[in-house]
């Protein structure tokens, strides 16, 4: 059973280019999240998908962001017109649908906006 | 609103000393998750334990050990006998028990433990 998996794992972007990670899920997980984490900080959560559906968006994602899972496997999170406060590690997570709430968690994007 | 504190930003011990992280939380619900996971260098979120609620049982497994008292709002862990290896910054985090599931994480934990 593999992981979830996340690509690329480092990122460098110059101001307002436009850039997309990628996070696949553990293949019978059917819930996906996003979260993002800023140096010395926990992380804070962005999105949240059952399946396709995306069910939930944090007010921390602009406009600039999107998100999406469009056959409920694996995710990808777009960001456009990159800005320096953009520079983080991006995790994504998963879970299954059974009883217990534990979410697995990928190794992360980091983003640095230069 | 829900909210988790790690009042400890940093802690350092001596190997094979025993430390405790605090985390403190407040919400509204009545039923939620609390969890404990573990950040080393490398990054990945690893998870270490979760707790219902309404089971105020306190677990061990090893030489880590959770204290969870809902009169406190506080789930606090232990690491016995600290080794090198759990050198990491750890995360205490808050879900509902229903809709998302979603997490709110407190601020982390950063343990050194010194040879």
């Known amino acids: 059973d593999t992981g979830v998996s996340q690509d690329p794992r480092h990122k460098i972007t110059k101001r307002g280019q436009n850039v997309t990670f990628r996070c696949d899920p553990i293949s019978e997980h059917n819930r996906l999240y996003w979260y993002r984490q800023t140096l010395g900080q926990g992380p804070e959560f962005l999105t949240y998908?059952?399946?396709?559906?995306?069910?939930?968006k944090s007010r921390l994602l602009s406009d600039r962001f999107s998100a999406e899972r469009p056959k409920g496997s694996f995710s990808t999170l777009e960001i456009q017109r990159t800005e320096q406060g953009d520079s983080a590690m991006y995790l994504c997570a998963s879970r299954g649908t059974g009883g217990s709430g534990e979410q697995y968690f990928g190794p992360g994007t980091r983003l640095t906006v230069t | 609103a829900q909210k988790v504190t790690q009042a400890q930003t940093e802690i350092s011990v001596v190997e094979k000393e025993d430390v405790t992280l605090d985390c403190v939380y407040e919400?509204?619900?009545?039923?939620?998750?609390l969890f404990w996971y573990k950040q080393p260098p490398s990054g990945e979120l690893v998870f270490l334990i979760r707790?219902?609620?309404?089971?105020?049982q306190n677990e061990i497994s090893g030489r880590y050990s959770w204290n969870f008292q809902k009169s406190t709002s506080s789930f606090n862990f232990t690491i016995t006998a600290s080794q090198v290896v759990d050198s990491a910054v750890y995360f205490c985090a808050l879900s509902e028990m229903a809709g998302t599931y979603k997490y709110i994480f407190g601020t982390g934990t950063r343990l050194k433990v010194l040879a």
């Open positions: 998908f059952q399946n396709e559906a995306q069910l939930e």
């Open positions: 707790r219902n609620s309404f089971d105020e």
């Open positions: 919400t509204r619900d009545t039923t939620y998750y």
